[in-house]
């Protein structure tokens, strides 16, 4: 079955502490992504990466730093989460083109 | 700057009804533009993709129409059921650079009996 996984689904932590969200694709997807959704506005691009070793900012990339070593992973790093990370975080993947972009579950993140 | 607005923000509708959601975009080169249905905490599932010369693209009782003249797309649902309660969300994607993303802040559907 074709599908992005994120991990964890839930996570609460401090502020400063060092975190990383994990995200797989099983579909052989040049393209990664990661966004944030915040109440009352749209998904909004954090970092993306069209291949291994290839990685670029979105529009609120602050805060946040990405790897790509690997073709069929994506690691959302935070090296120190401050409240304003609150939100949920989701990853998806598709083909170069980008016809069609597939979501994981999300990460919803807490920060206090 | 590209932006992607949607009509309207919340509608409550009767189960059985049909109901049409509207977006607007201002996104330049255009490449497609895409309806995507996304259930309360969980990850945004495609319903269609048109590209500029598609004007109508259907996907069981969903409807899209694009009229890339006026830069606007309806998503039509028919005969709506407590299942399609959910957040609908208009992606539009622009060429190059990624092909990048331009999300709508969605539309808030809920299907009452």
């Known amino acids: 079955e074709a599908q992005v996984t994120q991990n964890p689904r839930y996570l609460i932590t401090v502020t400063g502490k060092k975190l990383t969200v994990t995200c797989s694709q099983n579909m052989n997807h040049e393209y990664m992504s990661w966004y944030r959704q915040d109440p009352g506005l749209g998904l909004r691009q954090i970092y993306y990466?069209?291949?291994?070793?290839?990685?670029d900012k979105g529009d609120v990339p602050e805060g946040y730093k990405v790897s790509r070593k690997e073709k069929r992973n994506f690691p959302l790093i935070l090296e120190s989460p401050s409240p304003n990370q609150t939100s949920l975080y989701f990853c998806?993947?598709?083909?170069?083109?980008?016809?069609?972009?597939?979501f994981g579950q999300g990460t919803r993140l807490t920060v206090v | 700057k590209n932006q992607v607005e949607q009509s309207p923000q919340s509608l409550i509708i009767l189960e059985g009804k049909n109901c049409t959601l509207q977006c607007n975009y201002t996104v330049s080169p255009f490449s497609n533009l895409r309806w995507y249905k996304q259930d309360t905490g969980r990850g945004p599932v495609s319903l269609t993709i048109m590209t500029f010369s598609e004007n109508t693209k259907s996907n069981g009782r969903y409807t899209a129409t694009l009229d890339a003249d006026t830069k606007q797309s309806s998503l039509h649902i028919t005969a709506s059921q407590l299942s399609d309660s959910a957040s609908y969300i208009c992606?539009?994607?622009?060429?190059?650079?990624?092909?990048?993303?331009?999300f709508g802040t969605g539309t808030q559907l809920k299907v009452e009996l």
């Open positions: 990466s069209m291949n291994v070793e290839v990685t």
């Open positions: 998806a993947s598709s083909s170069l083109d980008q016809t069609e972009a597939f």
């Open positions: 992606v539009v994607s622009a060429k190059g650079g990624g092909n990048k993303l331009t």
